[in-house]
């Protein structure tokens, strides 16, 4: 079965760029949707974009002027860039497949990213 | 922006309680819902999608009903291994929002 897994820096300074990428194993990326979410600490999931395997992306609107999202097919991956980080993006990020058509499933174990000089 | 209302944020119950929590979108989704419960450390798993449609390997035990703008998640016979965190997540627009989280509690 699908099973996804983020990587990244743990750790990004404030005003810099945060970049998560998730390796999909044991199925293809072609032909579906892949979408991030994230949790801050004690918070509740707030979703972040979504992107197609030919790469259509939608986004989140509170930050969409900050978030691109990509795919790599030949490497079966996708990613997330966050620009100008602030502490307020503190949180466990999730990758996950699925966005449209119904809810995303499976998901990533998740990776803490701390925003902190 | 569809908005998912859902309540109540927490609920204390018993093993063998009947458990029903509930989600309200600002306008129509149809039937473009689904449950999650997470507990602590671990990512939400998927219970329910397409608003009633039990995911494979969930207990019977949980169930979800609702078209439009009200949804249900219950769970008819609490076990204490359903202590956690339940979201609902609309996938109407194309936004995705959750619900605000209930936790449910002995």
């Known amino acids: 079965q699908v099973q996804l897994q983020e990587s990244g820096p743990g750790l990004v300074k404030p005003s810099e760029t945060l970049s998560l990428t998730c390796i999909v194993s044991g199925g293809s990326i072609w032909g579906s949707y892949w979408s991030w979410i994230r949790q801050p600490a004690g918070k509740g999931l707030e979703w972040i974009g979504r992107i197609y395997s030919s790469g259509t992306t939608n986004y989140n609107p509170s930050l969409k002027s900050r978030v691109t999202m990509s795919v790599d097919m030949s490497k079966s991956q996708f990613s997330l860039r966050l620009t100008s980080v602030t502490v307020a993006d503190t949180a466990v990020y999730y990758c996950?497949?699925?966005?449209?058509?119904?809810?995303?499933?499976?998901w990533g174990q998740g990776i803490l990213v701390t925003v902190s000089s | 922006d569809i908005q998912m209302t859902q309540s109540p944020s927490s609920l204390s119950a018993s093993v063998g309680d009947r458990v029903t929590i509930t989600c309200r979108a600002s306008?129509?989704?149809?039937?473009?819902l689904g449950w999650y419960q997470q507990k602590p450390g671990k990512a939400p798993k998927r219970l329910i999608y397409?608003?009633?449609s039990l995911q494979s390997g969930v207990p019977s035990r949980f169930s979800g009903s609702g078209f439009g703008t009200e949804f249900t998640l219950t769970i008819s016979s609490l076990q204490p291994e359903d202590f956690a965190t339940y979201y609902c997540l609309q996938h109407n627009s194309h936004s995705l929002t959750f619900g605000q989280g209930t936790k449910v509690e002995i």
């Open positions: 306008q129509g989704i149809r039937n473009d």
């Open positions: 397409a608003a009633s």
């Open positions: 996950a497949r699925g966005g449209l058509g119904g809810p995303p499933d499976p």
